[in-house]
């Protein structure tokens, strides 16, 4: 990958606080012009000012048409437009699968998924043009593992990584190029290998960090009991949740570093010809990632005869 040290510019989303606010802090003092934005921005980024980072107001659940109008403004604050696009901005929902009725889940999906896929289609065609740049996407441990009173985040996470299967693109490869085998293709991922064939130019990153010490925790929000069973459980997850507070093991300070290297090249990065799509950053989600990989690839092995034994065979 080539380093990058002219100064770039980045649109940051949920910059209010955590991994947002770090990103903007860090890039301003590497010279970078940063766009920070958030809810009720004139307050909630008041404190991002001195940094010298345009402030503008962006809550990423508004409709697809507020969203593309805000990065048409966006886009015109400096001479090149955009150059990084970090989609930052999330929050956990908590509660039990049988308490969580559609329209909390559509409250999750709204920020964690479509927030990022509007600003996505809506600066696309821009970044396409210019040729270059970076699509980024904060996504979490989470989109390859699930826990307990974790659906609506995970899912949200799951949706925005890996599970759409596109099975026409062979056929789409096989008249138009080197055939290639895809498999269990997500939204952005989706999107990278889109990208590789209309704008190859630009990256798309899906960083997966583990228990980070930000807000997240603090800002959970919870579906009201609305099943008896679930009360004891639903107390036992609170008390869990809160006993993450101050106590994730990862540095939010070392994690954004890292991030930027991956779009920059530099540090971590430097020298690597290629950077992949999803990088794991944390011990504790590392660990849990390689153990789905170990657990998904037994079934496999236990479960390949089985599973070989649906195809059709070939006349004889
Ligand atoms: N910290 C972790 O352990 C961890 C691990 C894996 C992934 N992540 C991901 O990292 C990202 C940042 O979270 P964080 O850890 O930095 O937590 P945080 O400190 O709570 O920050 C979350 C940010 O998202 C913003 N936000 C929430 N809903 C929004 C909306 N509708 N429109 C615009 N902004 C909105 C919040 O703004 P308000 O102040 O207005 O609410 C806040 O600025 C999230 O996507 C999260 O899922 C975090």
Redesign the pocket.
Same mark, same amino acid.
């Given at each position: 990958m080539a380093q990058t040290s002219a100064p770039q510019t980045w649109l940051i989303? %949920?910059?209010?606080? %955590?991994?947002?606010?770090?990103f903007v802090r860090q890039l301003r003092a590497a010279g970078d012009n940063v766009i920070a =934005? #958030?809810?009720?921005a004139s307050t909630?980024l008041a404190h991002l000012k001195e940094t010298g980072a345009s402030i503008l107001d962006?809550?990423?659940?508004a409709s697809p048409e507020e969203i593309t109008s805000k990065m048409a403004e966006a886009w015109n604050l400096y001479p090149d437009g955009i150059d990084v696009v970090v989609?930052?901005?999330?929050?956990?929902l908590s509660g039990a699968f049988e308490e969580l009725r559609q329209e909390d889940l559509e409250t999750s999906f709204? =920020?964690?998924f479509h %927030?990022p896929l509007n600003i996505t289609r809506a600066l696309l065609p821009k970044l396409r043009a210019k040729g270059t740049g970076t699509l980024f996407y904060?996504?979490? +441990?989470?989109a390859w593992h699930s826990d307990p009173s974790a659906t609506a985040?995970c899912s949200s996470?799951f949706a925005l990584e890996g599970v759409y299967p596109f099975l026409f693109l062979p056929a789409y490869f096989s008249s138009n190029g080197p055939l290639k085998t895809y498999n269990n293709l997500g939204a952005v991922e989706c999107l990278s290998k889109e990208l590789a064939i209309f704008a190859p130019k630009i990256k798309v990153l899906l960083?997966?960090? %583990?228990?980070?010490? =930000? +807000?997240?925790?603090?800002?959970i929000r919870h579906v009201p009991d609305r099943v008896d069973i679930y009360a004891q459980f639903n107390a036992g997850v609170k008390q869990f949740e809160q006993s993450v507070v101050g106590n994730?093991p #990862?540095d939010?300070k070392k994690a954004i570093e890292i991030m930027i290297d991956l779009v920059k090249g530099t540090g971590v990065a430097a020298g690597k010809e290629i950077i992949p799509l999803r990088v794991p950053l944390?011990s504790d #989600?590392l660990e849990r990632i390689k153990a789905k990989c170990r657990e998904t690839l037994k079934i496999c092995e236990d479960w390949e005869e089985v599973a070989k034994s649906t195809d059709i065979k070939p006349a004889a």
């Open positions: 989303t %949920g910059c209010s606080s %955590g991994f947002g606010e770090e =934005t #958030g809810r009720n909630k962006l809550d990423v659940t989609n930052n901005a999330g929050y956990i709204k =920020t964690n %927030g904060m996504s979490s +441990q989470a985040y996470k960083l997966e960090p %583990g228990y980070f010490r =930000t +807000q997240a925790f603090s800002n994730e #990862g939010s944390g #989600g």
